[in-house]
Structures are given as structure tokens and as C-alpha cells.
């Protein structure tokens, strides 16, 4: 009922910067938080990123201060705005969403699209 598209994605030199954005449709209303996980290869996939529908956010330590997250609610979308990449944020970036109905919790995941920073 949620589908997410991810873009954005791309190869960029150490010290630049890329926006990724996340685009839901479908049933939207029911989504109360989204976030944004990476995935290098060889490791666990990690939260980034994370936005409820009250506009709370949370960054990783590893981001905080070159990271930020945000949301355009008129268009459904949620933005991971990065600067000052490194090599190790490296990884295939995933865009989720948690729809609640009732007391039920459901989430979606985007196809991922890769980051790759080179030194």
C-alpha cells in the first residue's frame, strides 16, 4: 500500500555532497515515521537517519553534523541532504516507512540507491 522511490544517488569525490531523495505514494496518510539505512558491503545494515510525523529527528553519531534529514509533507517526499562525505559512507542507501493501522505496524522499504564517495 506504500510504495517508496528512492534517487539521488551517484559517485562523488571525498568532501562533496549528494541529496537523496524519497518518494512515497500510495497510502501515505498512514505513515507516521520514515528514516534512511545504509548498507556497505560486508556489513549490517544501520540506521542514518530517522523523522517522525511530529518532525523529530535522529542522526547517527557517525553523520551528525554533515547529515540532515527532512520532509516536504506537499509532496510525500523525505530528503537525506549530505555534505562533507567521507569514503566509509560508501553504501547502498535504503529509504523505510512505517505505516500504522490499528495497532499494527508495517514497513516499506525503497530498491536502495548507491552512494559510493572515492578518496
Known amino acids: 500500500q506504500v510504495q517508496l522511490v528512492e534517487s539521488g544517488g551517484g559517485l562523488v569525490q571525498a568532501g562533496g555532497s549528494l541529496r537523496l531523495s524519497c518518494a512515497a505514494s500510495g497510502s501515505t496518510f498512514s505513515i507516521n515515521a520514515m528514516g534512511w539505512y545504509r548498507q556497505a558491503p560486508g556489513k549490517q545494515r544501520e540506521l542514518v537517519a530517522g523523522?517522525?510525523?511530529?518532525?523529530?529527528?535522529n542522526l547517527s553519531d557517525s553523520v551528525k553534523g554533515r547529515f540532515t534529514i527532512y520532509r516536504d509533507n506537499a509532496k510525500n517526499t523525505m530528503y537525506l541532504q549530505m555534505n562533507s562525505l567521507k569514503p566509509e559512507d560508501t553504501a547502498v542507501y535504503y529509504c523505510?516507512?512505517?505505516?500504522?493501522?490499528?495497532?499494527?505496524?508495517?514497513?516499506?522499504w525503497g530498491q536502495g540507491t548507491q552512494v559510493t564517495v572515492s578518496s
Open positions: 523523522i517522525t510525523s511530529g518532525g523529530v529527528t
Open positions: 523505510k516507512a512505517t505505516a500504522w493501522r490499528f495497532h499494527n505496524g508495517y514497513d516499506y
